[in-house]
T-cell receptor
């Protein structure tokens, strides 16, 4: 099946710094990628949807200037958490969709801890 | 608004059968998905229903009734490794996935 990778799998950073998370579709081209955030014992929360070559669409309540998303190629999307704060500590998961079919392929997630 | 309801937690016995229900109210409907998520891991795809009826895949089956806005995931011959959260998600008219909060399934020996 289709494989999506994320890097890093976990990261610890200091408050005020920025962190970049990469999401790659390894064996297919992803026209659309999704970024989710999941806090402990809660469900997935969609942060934004990005289509290759265009600006990301952010969900209500998600600050686009804080969570910068770049989807410059059909196999790579990046999420940069700028000026991170402890409340940004969470599990960030990306998923990729190749065409308008029914399945999203999830990356393994990145656990971010901000100290 | 859009809403997906599923039980918060269920407990079942190893070897038994369990049914996890999901009801939904969404803006349009383009399919219903079930995902499995183990703690600390990303979700993995289990099943997809877009037409009414039962889809069977090994020990797992998923049922859909669009007129009732209802689905269930049926797990047979439960194994300890089935202990996980099960997420119901509906794709709406904009092809966005709307997620339920997940059902934590606890399997006891």
């Amino acid at each position: 099946g289709a494989v999506v990778s994320q890097h890093p799998s976990w990261v610890i950073c200091k408050s005020g710094t920025s962190v970049k998370i990469e999401c790659r579709s390894l064996d297919f081209q992803a026209t659309t990628m999704f970024w989710y955030r999941q806090f402990p014992k809660q469900s997935l929360m969609l942060m934004a949807t990005s289509n290759e070559g265009s600006k990301a669409t952010y969900e209500q309540g998600v600050e686009k200037d804080k969570f910068l998303i770049n989807h410059a190629s059909l196999t790579l999307s990046t999420l940069t958490v700028t000026s991170a704060h402890p409340e940004d500590s969470s599990f960030y998961i990306c998923s990729a969709r190749a065409t308008v079919d029914y399945e999203q392929y999830f990356g393994p997630g990145t656990r971010l801890t901000v100290t | 608004g859009q809403n997906i309801d599923q039980p918060t937690e269920m407990t079942a016995t190893e070897g038994a059968i369990v049914q996890i229900n999901c009801t939904y109210q969404t803006s349009g409907f383009n399919g219903l998905f079930w995902y499995q998520q183990h703690a600390g891991e990303a979700p993995t795809f289990l099943s997809y229903n877009v037409l009414d009826g039962l889809e069977e895949k090994g020990r797992f089956s998923s049922f859909l009734s669009r007129s009732k806005g209802y689905s269930y995931l049926l797990l047979k011959e439960l194994q300890m490794k089935d202990s996980a959260s099960y997420l119901c998600a509906v794709r709406d008219s904009n092809y966005q996935l709307i997620w339920g909060a997940g059902t934590k399934l606890i399997i006891k020996p």
